[in-house]
């Protein structure tokens, strides 16, 4: 059984930092695709970043150069240091998997999800 946890969450000011873990069972996080979500109040859910299998990593637009996803097979454990944190990008946090050949498309493809993490970013 696929299960995901993510924590780490927490409230910083602008500038801060914070890293997320998301740690996995039931499967090995390098053979899925893997991904990293967020939803913000009254806002679609939106990727933040997609690991494919092969390690390459796709980056948001809006997170390039302040975020990075790591991973630790050992502990069969996700990462997303988050830097340079901004108010906008307050909002819920979560990891999701899924087990196909393509790791893009939207967010309503990957069908592992854990609960969110909170993230809250003020000024």
């Known amino acids: 059984q696929v299960q995901l946890v993510e924590s780490g969450g927490g409230s910083v000011q602008t500038g801060g930092s914070l890293r997320l873990s998301c740690a996995a069972s039931?499967?090995?996080?390098?053979?899925?695709?893997m991904g990293w979500f967020r939803q913000a109040p009254g806002k679609e859910r939106e990727g933040v970043v997609i690991?494919?299998?092969?390690?390459?990593?796709t980056y948001a637009d809006s997170v390039k150069g302040r975020f990075t996803s790591s991973q630790d097979n050992a502990k069969n454990t996700l990462y997303l240091q988050m830097n340079s944190l901004k108010p906008e990008d307050t909002a819920m946090y979560y990891c999701?998997?899924?087990?196909?050949?393509?790791?893009?498309?939207?967010?309503?493809?990957?069908?592992?999800w854990g609960q969110g993490t909170q993230v809250t970013v003020s000024s």
């Open positions: 999701a998997a899924k087990n196909t050949y393509w790791c893009g498309g939207s967010w309503t493809t990957y069908n592992f």
């Open positions: 690991i494919n299998k092969d390690g390459r990593t």
């Open positions: 039931g499967y090995t996080v390098s053979t899925y695709c």
